[in-house]
């Protein structure tokens, strides 16, 4: 929650059975703003996704995966 204040880009790394509630505080606390999520970085698997951070919760996203 206190990141929402933040004007300048930031890194979260988190692990993968979070990637839930990760999603619910992007949508949560940073509905207007654009964020990018990386998901399984260098594996066969990767994604990189760009979109407002309302937009995640609506996408079909592995259950389990690598956030970035």
């Known amino acids: 929650k206190g990141l929402q204040k ?3 880009p930031f890194i979260l790394l988190e692990t993968p059975y979070r990637l ?3 999603i619910d ?6 509905s207007g703003r654009v964020c ?3 998901l399984n970085l260098t594996q066969d698997s990767e994604q990189v996704i760009e979109a407002r951070g309302s937009a995640f919760k609506d996408m079909n996203l592995p259950d389990e ?3 970035v």
Request: aromatic share 12%; proline share 6%.
């Open 6 to 8: 933040e004007k300048v």
């Open 25 to 30: 505080d992007l949508g949560e606390y940073f």
């Open 65 to 67: 995966a690598e956030p």
């Open 20 to 22: 839930s509630r990760l």
């Open 36 to 38: 990018v999520l990386g």
